[in-house]
């Protein structure tokens, strides 16, 4: 499948995939009537800001062939104090329609945007996971990143969630 840099007006299409992704994904994690309230509306006011921020962060997006956003992935320097100042970046979404679970699409959107960010210099890379999100920390761990100890505990709709920082070094 393509990938491509989304633009502005794709933002409808990013919140699209990333409603139906949550939906999809955490049934057994998050509340149900938290994940029937996600609005894709509101999602899409909120991806047409990020995409038109002088800061934006980068939004890769995977389409079908008929040119429908599929997955798509959103990766910026690393905003933690902890880590120096442009040697880590954070992948801070990476999500797809359920359909192409298993397809390989999620596996070519991680290798681009790992890419994309050795190619901008950046030595190493975390996101954030929900620890019972079982088959996410698979696919990470498959491409080789590795819980490195760091979590916090998030209130999302009502339940109190994990979620663990992976890290990958982006050169061996």
Same mark, same amino acid.
């Given at each position: ?129 929900? +620890?019972?999100? +079982? ?38």
């Amino acid at each position: 499948m393509p990938l491509r840099e989304a633009r502005p007006e794709d933002a409808a299409a990013l919140a699209a995939v990333h409603v139906l992704s949550w939906r999809a994904a955490y049934r057994d994690l998050v509340p149900g009537p938290y994940l029937d309230a996600l609005d894709v509306e509101e999602r899409a006011a909120v991806w047409r800001s990020r995409l038109t921020a002088p800061d934006r962060p980068s939004v890769l997006m995977a389409t079908d062939d008929g040119g429908r956003a599929v997955a798509f992935s959103s990766f910026r320097a690393c905003p933690d104090e902890e880590f120096a100042p442009g040697s880590t970046a954070e992948l801070a979404a990476l999500y797809s329609l359920p359909e192409v679970w298993g397809t390989g699409v999620g596996r070519a959107l991680l290798s681009a945007s790992t890419g994309a960010l050795a190619a901008g210099g950046f030595r190493a890379a975390v996101l954030w996971v929900f +620890a019972g999100n +079982a088959r996410a920390r698979r696919f990470y761990e498959a491409a080789g990143w590795r819980a490195d100890g760091a979590s916090v505990r998030e209130d999302t709709g009502g339940r109190v969630l994990e979620e663990l920082r992976y890290r990958r070094h982006l050169f061996t």
